[in-house]
């Protein structure tokens, strides 16, 4: 990367409000790495001192925000966060650009459907009989497609990727290194002291424009679908039981697991370490904060719930309130007993 402040400013359509237009940019970095010749951006308020103080050589800003006061220039833009994205793309270490074909050292059954001019194979990926991927698509190395497995176009399976038997991938996918769809569901039932499987022979079925993080597995259903909706973001690590219907554009971030046969609704945020028992339904717009635990359905579309049990926003700061003030409380006991004792010797 070598461009100019300027340059910057002109590419993502905003305004020098400080600074020369000829300033020299090599590099980006966050606010507090950042060094004058590094792009930055403030887009959220929980970094404002790091804004007051970062050195970088041009940090894009929202319209009113100019409290940097040891930055080489300031552009303001509308929204900072897709501006500097911008900027990524252009300069970046982008993936490589597609380029079709199928690995000589890869494997696809004569029996699956594919067009090798318009697809993309790595090396030592599998492609099983009567799997079908459509145009556009990447199958990264070592990435095994099952038997009957459906993948539309421009998707990108990422390396030692398993799409089990029979699952259906949409569009504009995106599945991280180490994904695994449609792995049985954990179902057994306890018949005479042994422990019995349960056959799952369902599916799982993935919407368009899903993109699912590194090592997150999704388990196919006992019968059905389990099904990720439309434009849904999954984070790293990630655990789906069985026969889970998760709604649109829900983000569900690292290390949150649902428990099977759960309903998840539209723009629902589950956020890092949070679970979701078995066999309940969280309604649409729904926020599960860091760590909390959902033990009974979520009907009212809406709202923050925080702890475990997941409770109301509001209704959990007072609990919290409350321990707080047990400790206090304590005190004065102890303290009431002292003067009471005192005083009857």
Do not use: W
């Amino acid at each position: 990367m070598r461009t100019t402040v300027g340059s910057v400013a002109e590419m993502v359509g905003g305004r020098l409000l400080r600074g020369e237009a000829a300033h020299v940019l090599t590099n980006f970095a966050a606010l507090d790495q950042a060094d004058s010749t590094c792009v930055s951006f403030f887009g959220n308020p929980k970094y404002l001192e790091q804004l007051e103080r970062t050195r970088a050589g041009l940090v894009l800003v929202p319209e009113g925000e100019a409290r940097a006061d040891h930055a080489v220039a300031l552009v303001v833009v509308e929204n900072p966060i897709l501006a500097f994205d911008q900027i990524i793309r252009a300069y970046g270490a982008l993936p490589p650009p597609f380029a079709a074909g199928v690995s000589p050292v890869a494997f696809v059954d004569p029996g699956a459907a594919l067009d090798p001019e318009k697809v993309s194979i790595a090396p030592n990926a599998s492609v099983l009989s009567g799997a079908c991927i459509g145009d556009g698509t990447r199958i990264g190395a070592g990435a095994v497609v099952g038997e009957g497995v459906v993948i539309g176009e421009d998707c990108v399976i990422g390396a030692n990727v398993t799409i089990c038997q029979g699952c259906v991938v949409g569009d504009r996918v995106i599945l991280h290194p180490g994904v695994v769809i449609g792995a049985d569901g954990f179902g057994f039932e306890l018949v005479e002291g042994r422990h019995r499987k349960i056959e799952q022979l369902g599916i799982v079925r993935i919407g368009h424009d899903v993109e699912i993080g590194a090592s997150t597995t999704i388990d196919r259903a006992r019968f059905g679908e389990t099904v990720i909706g439309e434009g849904t973001k999954i984070d790293n690590q990630v655990q789906i039981g069985h026969n889970c219907f998760i709604g649109k554009h829900c983000i569900i971030v690292a290390q949150t697991g649902i428990s099977g046969s759960t309903r998840i609704g539209d723009y629902v945020v589950l956020a890092a370490q949070s679970g979701v028992a078995g066999h309940l339904s969280i309604a649409d717009r729904v926020t599960l904060g860091g760590r909390s635990g959902v033990i009974s359905s979520i009907r009212e579309p809406g709202g923050t719930y925080l702890g475990y049990p997941a409770r109301p926003f509001k209704e959990d700061r007072r609990e919290a309130m409350r321990v707080k003030q047990i400790g206090n409380l304590i005190k004065r006991v102890k303290d009431l007993e002292s003067k009471l004792e005192g005083r009857l010797e």
